[in-house]
Each structure stands twice: as C-alpha cells, then as structure tokens.
C-alpha cells in the first residue's frame, strides 16, 4: 500500500506561480513513477507529468515550458512547480503513484488540491 498526500493548491492570479507537493509513504520501494494529473469540472481527469523511478520526466504539451516537476528522494516527496500560470490550468490536481510488486502493477491517488487561477 502506498500512500500519497498532496498539499499547495490555492487561488492565484493569472501569470502566478504555485507549487504542488506529494508525500509518499508506505511501501515507497514498489514505486515506478509519480506523476500529477488533474481533472476540470466537466472534463476528463489528464496527465499533467510524470518522473520514473530513473528520473525520467514527461508532460503534457499544454504545460510544457511553465511546468516542472521534480522529487525529493529523501523526503519521499514529488514536486510541481507552476509557473505562467493560466485561467484554464484551473482544476483539482492529484498526485499519483505506480506501483509494481512482483507481477502485479498497482495504482494510488491522492485526495486532490484545488488549484485556481483567476484571469
């Protein structure tokens, strides 16, 4: 079981800059990758970025160049830092975990932080 923890969601202005946080406890060594996704009203849940066990890093294009994410390995923690921030990032931001245990493959959600962004 792992377990994920989000915190950082708030109302900014457009241009603003946030940053999301994720601690990770539990059975961390089975992680593969974390990522955040986030989902609109109305609109489907979305990846946003993702960063392997390797350190590799994906993002969604909509973000590319104004988001980063990053991890704390020691802290167990995984970062998404927002800059540039626009009226259509608006959305309930999740983190999530992969999880891999033996042949079994796993995923965990946090609970979500609202992230709002007023033009």
């Known amino acids: 079981q792992v377990q994920l923890v989000e915190s950082g969601g708030d109302l900014v202005q457009a241009g603003g800059s946030l940053r999301l946080s994720c601690a990770a406890s539990g059975s961390i060594f089975s992680i593969d990758a974390m990522g955040w996704y986030r989902q609109a009203p109305g609109k489907q849940r979305e990846l946003v970025a993702l960063?392997?066990?390797?350190?590799?890093?994906s993002y969604a294009d909509s973000v590319k160049g104004r988001f980063t994410i990053s991890r704390d390995i020691a802290k167990n923690t995984v970062y998404l830092q927002m800059n540039s921030l626009k009226p259509e990032d608006t959305a309930v931001y999740y983190c999530?975990?992969?999880?891999?245990?033996?042949?079994?493959?796993?995923?965990?959600w946090g609970q979500g932080t609202q992230v709002t962004v007023s033009s």
């Open positions: 960063i392997t066990s390797g350190g590799s890093t």
């Open positions: 999530y975990a992969d999880s891999q245990v033996g042949i079994e493959d796993y995923d965990y």
